[in-house]
């Protein structure tokens, strides 16, 4: 297992598009969490997946904003009609429930949006 | 919701000198983590904490649990510039998911 991938490392879009992130978890971890990250500042929770389902989302994620997890393996995030004020770096983790082993992050998706 | 501080914003040091970083919350969590993050890469963990007034040693880091688990302090003995980058602590509430807080800048001088 080489860790959580996320795919594309960057993306630069034009105001309007839409864009679809893509994670890879460590294969026997259950649970997939999405961060999103700004300059100078610590991740910030979107949303979070045990298996298929989809436990919670931050108020953080507007309406423009869906996740998914489809077999419980890997996980896409889709922003429609992106904004600047979306431009961040996006996070994806893995864990397993009910251990203390922290996350393990992805190397994250950088999005600009001119 | 609970929110994490962390401090210093930024230190700069030069290598060889101790230092120490914070992480305070009003706040109670299950366990609390570390993690170190380069420019570019998403966090790694560092160590996790789970009782209060613990202490964890990994090499020349010491990490701390506040006796009443809301605090959390990260000691580097002897920095070296490989130890350059961005420190988070992550507190977990509850068996639901770990909030961040911002972050010190760490920058060790050669």
């Known amino acids: 297992d080489t860790g959580v991938s996320q795919d594309p490392r960057h993306k630069i879009t034009k105001r309007g598009q839409n864009v679809t992130f893509r994670c890879d978890p460590i294969?026997?971890?259950?649970?997939l969490y999405w961060y999103r990250q700004t300059l100078g500042q610590g991740p910030e929770f979107l949303t979070y997946?045990?298996?298929?389902?989809?436990?919670?989302k931050s108020r953080l994620l507007s309406d423009r904003f869906s996740a998914e997890r489809p077999k419980g393996s890997f996980s896409t995030l889709e922003i429609q009609r992106t904004e600047q004020g979306d431009s961040a770096m996006y996070l994806c983790?893995?864990?397993?429930?009910?251990?203390?082993?922290?996350?393990?992050f992805g190397s994250g998706t950088r999005l600009t949006v001119v | 919701t609970q929110l994490l501080e962390q401090s210093p914003q930024f230190l700069s040091i030069q290598e060889g000198e101790n230092l120490t970083v914070y992480c305070n919350s009003s706040s109670v969590f299950s366990s609390l983590q570390w993690y170190r993050q380069e420019p570019g890469e998403g966090p790694v963990l560092l160590v996790t904490?789970?009782?209060?007034?613990e202490v964890k040693k990994l090499k020349r880091l010491t990490f701390q649990f506040g006796d009443a688990r809301k605090d959390s302090s990260l000691h580097i003995t002897a920095a070296q510039p490989g130890d350059t980058g961005l420190y988070l602590c992550a507190g977990e509430d509850y068996g639901q998911n770990f909030v961040f807080g911002p972050g010190t800048r760490l920058s060790v001088l050669p």
């Open positions: 997946f045990q298996n298929e389902a989809q436990l919670e």
């Open positions: 983790a893995s864990s397993l429930v009910g251990a203390n082993y922290g996350y393990t």
């Open positions: 294969s026997e971890h259950n649970r």
């Open positions: 904490v789970v009782t209060g007034g």
